[in-house]
């Protein structure tokens, strides 16, 4: 391979991934009105999110979406399927651990992945419950 095919790759490869992130950060799916939601930066930079609707009750539908790597992808998405059909105080009890079980053997360098979705769940929670506190008054 020449060095001209190498540099024509390489700038297509860069461009498919550049297309790709573009896409899924604008056009990715999105709750409107969430009941409970959280946005993220871990300091590993990359971001999290996770809204969920509440009906009688109980957790109806979730929304994740990360700008990081396929580790974080696969936390932050477990998190919102355990959130799934959960009474919202029930939340308190998804940790990092439930996530790992759910994601499975994490590499050591990626465990602040799972740490970081827990904290978004949690956030999530935190803000339903403060939303609830407002409309009770
Ligand atoms: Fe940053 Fe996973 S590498 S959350």
Not at 31 to 39: E, K, L, S, V
Request: charge should be negative; include cysteine.
């Amino acid at each position: 391979m020449s060095l001209v095919q190498f540099a024509v790759l390489f700038l297509f490869l860069v461009g498919f991934v550049s297309v790709w992130y573009l896409f899924n950060y604008f056009f990715g799916p999105r709750m409107d009105d969430p009941d409970g939601y959280a946005r993220v930066a871990g300091n590993c930079g990359d971001t999290m999110e996770i809204g969920f609707k509440v009906e009688q009750g109980r957790i109806t539908r979730t929304h994740h979406w990360t700008d990081g790597c396929s580790v974080s992808g696969q936390c932050v998405e477990s998190a919102a399927r355990l959130a799934m059909d959960k009474k919202p105080e029930e939340l308190e009890k998804i940790t990092m651990i439930s996530i790992m079980d759910q994601v499975g053997q994490l590499p050591d360098t990626h465990l602040h992945c799972a740490q970081l979705a827990e904290t978004t769940l949690h956030k999530a929670l935190a803000d339903y419950r403060k939303k609830e506190t407002l409309s009770i008054k």
